[in-house]
């Protein structure tokens, strides 16, 4: 046996340590591979709403094969009618694993490998609200201002504005293309990717609105090669090629925007983005990686990002500036001196927008201004007075970076959902004639004159153009989903099954637009169900903006720039679908809007 061993390096255990060693990485190896598959299967979660009936998902890929063949809202429709009100899908969210509601359309990126619950009934999604915490109040607060009588009044100008620049825009367009063919009907066959022309419109109002500064995003000709990217894109494009504007900052800010709202998106940016969707455990590493190894989408999102930034810091260095000077004007006023700013308008907005006034930095009025003034405690911004709720409530003040993002959010949330739901709006009244008749009737009755644009006290009557647009949001709500999350350590029961805490609870407007117990006819375009007397039931159901506490804050700025859209177009213009868009196809991400735009032929009301 000595002779046996002769050989081997000293130390008679060394190969049972290397085996050891080997064993051990080995060990190492299946316990990591065991760990993956426990998270990417998650079965505590399974096991724990094991008793919720739903679709089979895949593995790590859940039901994101099902959304590819079809739009969030339709795949949760049939899967309510197959599972009931209350299901459960496979999905991933950067927040954990979710509850759907019957509403879903804003959260493509959220199914994929987790589970989520969609509740698909009308008042159980309104039974599940939130209370938002510390922070959600600041914000609430600072941008209470904003949507206050008298600011929504100060937008009126610059909505009208917009919309008539619009409709004068197409007008004319559809005018020229009939006398070039030598034809008075149809208004000669030209046709409008009416998507983007109101995209081109809302980022005027909504940028103008936010940061004070002339966006110059209606489009005044027709974009050669713009490709199928989003509105916002090719209203951002337009306004940099042209390169209007008295000092810049409109132009920078749109093309900014543009390219965000685009190469921010994992459908259309970086490959970093759509990995980091599937995997959020690894933003980090990928977002250290994609600035090392920047592909060239996550380089013109970054670039963006940072013109973005520096444009924005530039007009709030300038409001405290104007401020500053502001100041010294009132104290020399209290001494007899004249005060320059003296007669003035309170809110500038409207004038920002259509040119009247050149602008070297933040119109009186916008949403930029108005948070300023309620960080600084009054000024034009708040007047010193504490958002509703809020009276004896202290919060710390927003910082420069938490006001850009705040100014942000705020074209974010305005900008894409109300052109999508205009165009939504005018998809409707196309294809319903008694609908466009007598929306054309309650127009002429409001704004008989050819050059009368809606004001402030013209709002009221127009009754039925309010209840066209919110038909158009119930049938095809732009923000069809909107979520919750049940408190650790509690549980939601709903519909005879217990939720557990921490589960997102996702509720798909969308669906319970359509509920037929709540809605008769549900699916019927019918306006009237608008108009007085509505019962309880569909108010409360109707939710294109939320539901409770955490409903939009800026739905009134949102409903009266749609009414406001509405009314100054079809004062001047009818719209003509193009052929091959019955059933209208949709698309569904954070919004849902129609697939590959709308295209119309604008027609020339001819008394006009």
Not at 2 to 25: D, I
Not at 134 to 143: D, E, F, M
Not at 289 to 307: G, N, Q, S, V, W
Request: net charge positive; hydrophobic share 40%.
């Amino acid at each position: 046996m000595s002779n046996v061993f002769a050989n081997w390096p000293s130390g008679s255990g060394a190969p049972l340590g290397g085996l050891l060693r080997l064993g051990m990485v080995a060990a190492g190896f299946a316990l990591l591979l065991v760990s993956l598959i426990i998270y990417l299967l998650d079965p505590i979660k399974r096991w724990r709403l094991r008793k919720i009936p739903g679709p089979r998902g895949r593995p790590v890929l859940g039901c994101l094969p099902q959304l590819r063949a079809q739009p969030m809202p339709l795949f949760l429709q049939s899967c309510a009618q197959t599972y009931g009100p209350v299901f459960k899908a496979s999905g991933h969210e950067v927040q954990g694993t979710a509850v759907l509601l019957h509403h879903v359309s804003r959260m493509q990126v959220a199914l994929g490998r987790k589970w989520v619950v969609v509740l698909a009934d009308a008042e159980m999604q309104r039974q599940v609200d939130g209370a938002g915490g510390s922070t959600w109040r600041q914000l609430r607060a600072a941008w209470q201002p904003a949507f206050a009588p008298a600011s929504l009044a100060g937008y009126l100008p610059l909505m009208t504005g917009c919309a008539d620049q619009l409709a004068r825009r197409l007008e004319a367009k559809a005018t020229a293309a009939a006398g070039a063919t030598a034809s008075a009907t149809a208004g000669g066959g030209s046709s409008v990717d009416m998507w983007r022309e109101l995209g081109g419109m809302t980022l005027q109002v909504v940028g103008s609105t936010a940061y004070g500064v002339d966006f110059h995003s209606i489009n005044e000709e027709d974009q050669a090669g713009s490709g199928s990217g989003s509105a916002t894109a090719t209203a951002g494009a337009t306004a940099a090629a042209k390169g209007r504007g008295d000092d810049g900052y409109g132009k920078q800010l749109a093309a900014a925007c543009g390219q965000i709202f685009r190469y921010g998106s994992p459908v259309h940016g970086s490959p970093y983005l759509r990995v980091a969707m599937l995997f959020p455990e690894l933003r980090s590493l990928l977002l250290t990686l994609a600035h090392t190894l920047p592909d060239e989408k996550f380089t013109i999102l970054t670039k963006a990002r940072t013109r973005l930034c520096n444009t924005v810091f530039q007009l709030i260095d300038s409001w405290k500036q104007q401020h500053s000077a502001e100041g010294a004007t009132a104290a020399g006023a209290s001494s007899g001196k004249p005060d320059a700013g003296a007669g003035q308008s309170n809110n500038g907005v409207g004038a920002a927008a259509t040119g009247g006034r050149g602008l070297s930095g933040v119109a009186p009025g916008s949403f930029l201004d108005l948070m300023l003034g309620h960080r600084q405690g009054g000024g034009s911004g708040s007047g010193g007075k504490k958002a509703e709720g809020e009276e004896g409530v202290e919060h710390a003040p927003l910082t420069d970076e938490q006001v850009a993002g705040q100014v942000q959010l705020f074209i974010l949330a305005g900008y894409e959902t109300t052109a999508n739901a205009l165009a939504f709006a005018v998809y409707c009244i196309a294809t319903h004639p008694e609908v466009e008749s007598r929306l054309l009737r309650e127009v002429d009755d409001v704004l008989p004159g050819s050059d009368q644009l809606p004001g402030e006290s013209d709002l009221p009557r127009l009754a039925y153009t309010e209840a066209v647009v919110n038909e158009a949001l119930r049938l095809f709500p732009p923000a069809h989903l909107t979520s919750r999350v049940v408190p650790p350590g509690e549980t939601l029961t709903v519909g005879g099954y217990t939720i557990p805490g921490g589960t997102a609870v996702y509720l798909p407007m969308y669906l319970a637009h359509r509920d037929p117990a709540v809605w008769p006819r549900a699916e019927e375009f019918l306006p009237e169900r608008f108009l007085p007397p509505r019962g309880a039931a569909q108010q409360h159901a109707h939710a294109p903006f939320g539901y409770g506490s955490r409903m939009c804050i800026g739905y009134k700025f949102a409903m009266q720039e749609a009414k406001v859209a509405l009314a100054t177009l079809y004062r001047r213009l009818t719209f003509t679908l193009e052929p091959g868009q019955q059933p209208l196809k949709l698309v569904a991400s954070v919004t849902m809007s129609p697939r590959g735009g709308l295209h119309v032929t604008p027609v020339p009301r001819r008394k006009l």
